[in-house]
């Protein structure tokens, strides 16, 4: 075979290749990262500062399957080459590429050896167990999970107490799982270990430090 033929066999391969491979249609990210991302990140520290309380965010991004508008502004902000990722299993690989292309960010196996755990609807939540507490020489060293709630109401209605809240404040996230707040109470009494929690919904954002005490 000459030369030129082969070329043009290995032309017509890498075409057939290209042509055989998934399509994933890359959403963009924030138009101007510096300030966008500024702006999310207020909101975020503004949920940690008061607990409990639903904030709004300027979620104007791509936002591809299987995220909210509220989690892909957060990870678009918060995740980068330094923070692991974990997703869930089975998520449309749009999420993934979405990620690595905009954030950079490594996409881990184990809830325990990321810095973001990630839960979008209608997928299970690892046991906060599981997730990286820190230690305690560093108990900033620990997971942050984002968990998509099917509203802020219909669920069940807790009391919150603690740094950041005046007297107490009430909340009734519906849809996650049904020991988290059995889970939540072990997680608070490891502090100052344990993992930190922001509540999604839409384009909105709910902190849960490990500060806060729960009784349902």
């Keep these: 075979m000459t030369p030129a033929a082969s070329q043009a066999q290995a032309l017509s391969l890498a075409q057939a290749t290209r042509a055989a491979a998934p399509m994933i249609n890359l959403l963009p990210g924030f138009a101007d990262p510096g300030v966008q991302a500024q702006a999310v990140f207020r909101v975020a520290l503004q949920a940690m ?21 509220a989690l892909a502004a957060l990870l678009l902000t918060l995740a980068d080459v330094d923070t692991p990722v974990w997703l869930p299993a089975g998520m449309d690989g749009a999420a993934a590429a979405f990620l690595r292309f905009h954030c950079g960010c490594p996409l881990v196996d184990t ?21 990286n507490g820190g230690d305690p020489a560093y108990p900033d060293r620990s997971t942050t999970l984002l968990i998509e709630v099917a509203d802020w109401q219909g669920g069940a ?20 799982p049904a020991d988290f707040w059995r889970q939540w109470a072990v ?8 993992v930190d929690v922001l509540l999604t919904h839409g384009s909105a954002v709910c902190g849960l430090p490990r500060t806060t005490r729960v009784e349902v």
């Design 49 to 69: 500062a008061e607990p409990g309380q639903p904030q709004a965010l300027p979620a104007d991004c791509g936002v591809p399957k299987g995220l909210s508008p």
């Design 187 to 194: 997680n608070h009494r490891r502090f100052p270990q344990g």
């Design 157 to 176: 209605a807790l009391r919150l107490t603690g740094p950041g809240i005046a007297t107490e404040r009430a909340l009734a996230p519906a849809g996650l």
């Design 111 to 131: 809830p325990a050896e990321a810095a973001f755990v990630v839960v979008p609807a209608g997928y299970a939540a690892p046991g906060l167990a599981d997730c």
